[in-house]
Nanobody
Framework: QVQLVESGGGLVQAGGSLRLSCAAS????????MGWFRQAPGKEREFVSA????????YDADSVKGRFTISRDNAKNAVYLQMNRLKSEDTAVYYC?????????????????WGQGTQVTVSS
């Protein structure tokens, strides 16, 4: 199992930007596909973005397409989520997650490791 720690959350005005980071432990980071999910109060955890093990393929929820960009640096054992043009509805706790296989990126239950989450609050 890989250990994950998110950082970079905070309070930002609508229209602003934040960059989330997720640091992973272990020497097998490149064998994991990575995803970002979010959960707002009273709502289910929802898919945001995912990236394949090599970084060649990315997947985004319709709600963030064109605004959020996921990337990874396998040499640094890290995955990032650049969030631009933030909206109040982006307010949530953001989690990064890891999985071994390369399918069903949008399904939270298919991920085997999760970070503790980082709060993102967008004020309107």
């Amino acid at each position: 199992q890989v250990q994950l720690v998110e950082s970079g959350g905070g309070l930002v005005q609508a229209g602003g930007s934040l960059r989330l980071s997720c640091a992973a432990s272990g020497r097998t980071f490149s064998s994991y596909a990575m995803g970002w999910f979010r959960q707002a109060p009273g709502k289910e955890r929802e898919f945001v973005s995912a990236i394949s093990r090599s970084g060649m393929n990315t997947y985004d929820a319709d709600s963030v397409k064109g605004r959020f960009t996921i990337s990874r640096d396998n040499a640094k054992n890290a995955v990032y989520l650049q969030m631009n043009r933030l909206k109040s509805e982006d307010t949530a706790v953001y989690y990064c997650a890891a999985k071994r296989d390369g399918v069903l990126y949008r399904v939270p239950s298919t991920y085997t490791s999760w970070g503790q989450g980082t709060q993102v609050t967008v004020s309107s």
